[in-house]
């Protein structure tokens, strides 16, 4: 039987009459009951985000996403960190159907507009120290695992406006935390549903995996369509000690309206492996900043993406495979689909540290346009200062190929079943490096129910 909980007052009133805004008062009102060292790494996470310009198109890595333009920062509102409960009989008919949808699980997790609702885990996983919980709760129950690892080595507020933003005004999040030698046989999912308008949400994942543990972790995020734009702003920091094996996947499917900010970092330390699943199928605009440190010898990371875009999408994908220790192993492949007159934006680079020899990393990106208006533009890098590596990227961006559609078509098929199975093919590579349970029939239906229309 699973421990299972239901969050009713994760932030203890702590928000009532407190102003909406995107400011410093906001950020003290969070920290007025917080301990010391909370209170003091957001008001330091706010004044980097005071002291650091806006990105503009002017720098290379926002160079085809004008945010001046596609997020309005001072028409949002604040979500309240209130109180809420996750109950089936009210629950949207949408997030139940993406939930019992999913596969076996190790532990379930609920976020409502920003808030945990809900968590269950197995006990025998609870005898042997695995923690899952609401952030918010943490600062309390296990203050130590913050107080070491949120927002300090892996995901600074330094790293950028945006990052430091998400580390002043998160209201909650998850932290997951698996003991020395714990193995979990089945993922730790989660489920994080939106249904404000007009909203700026901060949440925040901490996944702690010990020396020689084991764990996968599936996060899923989504929405209806949102009449007026809501940020939903996610800072991610996943931690694989020595000899770890973490697989970390996120499905974003917010509807249109949203504007989704996704900061992950990961730090990968000797012989573990650490491999990265993000699919970008929802939202207006959706812009990824994922930064893979290797800081440990023969540490590996495989860093795996999609998107399928139509109408007006815009997806922006920002990578780092940062190699800093010797002999580590990185590959990275994205690939993109767009219809309509979506738009894909793919910057990706290698970096490899001074005496990190024997480094081997790859990146590749591929596009697929379905239509004559979508665009997909491909910017690859490689920054070496090591000299004895094995480092290559590539690009490409072309449309469906004739011949194989030709063939299909005179074996019977018809047109638009024809291309349905070259989409699929083509993005099914990617799903195919990690074929975690539940994850590649959910997203193989999303998208073939976008390629129906």
Not at 62 to 75: E, P, V
Not at 185 to 210: M, N, Q, Y
Not at 268 to 295: F, H, P, W, Y
Request: net charge negative; aromatic share 6%; hydrophobic share 40%.
């Amino acid at each position: 039987m699973a421990d299972s909980r239901t969050i009713n007052d994760p932030v203890g009133g702590l928000m009532e009459g407190v102003t909406d805004a995107l400011s410093g008062e906001a950020v003290e009102a969070l920290a007025a009951d917080e301990p010391q060292w909370l209170a003091e790494r957001r008001r330091h996470a706010w004044s980097v985000y005071e002291r650091t310009p806006m990105p503009t198109t002017r720098l290379e890595e926002w160079r085809y996403t004008d945010i001046s333009r596609k997020l309005k920062l001072d028409s949002l509102v604040r979500a309240d960190a209130k109180a809420v409960t996750f109950d089936r009989e009210t629950a949207p008919a949408r997030l139940l159907e993406s939930m019992d949808a999913d596969h076996e699980a190790s532990g379930h997790l609920v976020e409502l507009d920003g808030t945990v609702a809900h968590v269950d885990l197995r006990e025998d996983l609870a005898a042997k120290g695995v923690l899952l919980l609401s952030l918010r709760e943490a600062v309390t129950t296990h203050p130590e695992l913050l107080e070491r690892h949120l927002a300090t080595d892996a995901l600074p507020p330094e790293q950028g406006k945006f990052q430091a933003l998400n580390a002043a005004l998160w209201t909650d999040g998850i932290l997951l935390y698996v003991p020395r030698g714990v193995r979990l046989d089945h993922p730790v999912r989660v489920t994080r549903w939106v249904s404000e308008a007009g909203k700026a949400f901060f949440s925040r994942t901490l996944i702690v995996a010990d020396e020689g543990s084991q764990v996968s972790y599936v996060d899923e995020i989504l929405s209806d369509d949102l009449e007026a734009q809501s940020l939903v702003s996610s800072g991610v920091e996943v931690l694989a000690k020595p000899n770890a094996q973490v697989q970390y996947v996120s499905l974003q499917r917010l509807g249109r309206g949203a504007f989704h900010l996704a900061q992950q970092r990961t730090l990968a330390e000797k012989d573990s492996t650490l491999d990265t699943l993000n699919v970008n199928v929802g939202a207006s605009v959706a812009r990824l900043d994922l930064n893979a440190q290797l800081i440990g010898t023969g540490a590996n990371s495989d860093m795996l993406g999609l998107c399928f875009g139509e109408g007006d999408q815009h997806f922006d994908h920002n990578t780092s495979q940062d190699h800093v220790a010797s002999h580590a192993k990185s590959d990275l492949l994205y690939k993109g689909a767009l219809d309509g007159k979506a738009r894909s934006v793919f910057r990706g680079i290698i970096k490899v540290h001074k005496g990190a020899q024997q480094t081997d990393a790859y990146q590749t990106n591929r596009n697929l346009l379905l239509s004559d208006t979508a665009r997909a533009d491909s910017l690859p890098n490689l920054e070496i200062e090591a000299d004895d590596v094995r480092c290559s990227h590539g690009a490409t961006v072309g449309q469906l190929d004739q011949e194989m559609l030709f063939y299909l078509m005179s074996r019977g098929l018809p047109r638009h079943l024809a291309e349905r199975l070259v989409v699929l093919g083509f993005l099914g590579e990617v799903l195919s490096r990690l074929p975690l349970g539940g994850v590649v029939e959910k997203v193989t239906r999303i998208i073939e129910e976008k390629l129906h229309g």
